[in-house]
């Protein structure tokens, strides 16, 4: 299974940003997907899910109203687009699979399929 992350980059506090994440080597519309992402010092962090029918999302608090998660499976991608992005949103970014096609607290904490590289995220205040 390949995971491959796109979009990162460096924007100004408001601004937007939208990453993808391309799923190979498995069926993609089968699984769960999500989001975390990880700044310098700290743990990796949840960001979002969604479901493999991308009906079910999750957001964690900090990002809940600013970030939507969404999925194509006709192009084994998962997006995040990020609006009112904020300095404290700097970090890396990470792409990941569930072990099943919905996503649970457990996957939350980190205990996914498969992480795919990060993309480098800077917000600039």
């Known amino acids: 299974v390949q995971l491959q992350a796109f979009g990162g980059g460096l924007v100004q506090a408001g601004g937007s940003l939208r990453l993808s994440c391309v799923v190979s080597?498995?069926?993609?519309?089968?699984?769960?997907m999500g989001w975390f992402r990880q700044a310098p010092g700290t743990e990796r962090k949840f960001v979002a899910s969604i479901d493999w029918r991308g009906v079910t999302k999750y957001y964690s608090d900090s990002v809940k109203g600013r970030f939507t998660i969404t999925r194509d499976n006709s192009k084994s991608t998962v997006y995040l687009q990020m609006n009112s992005l904020k300095a404290e949103d700097t970090a890396v970014y990470y792409c990941a699979t569930a072990g099943r096609p919905w996503t649970t607290t457990e996957f939350a904490r980190g205990i996914v399929g498969f992480w795919g590289p990060g993309t480098q995220v800077t917000v600039s205040s």
């Open positions: 080597g498995r069926t993609f519309d089968n699984y769960g």
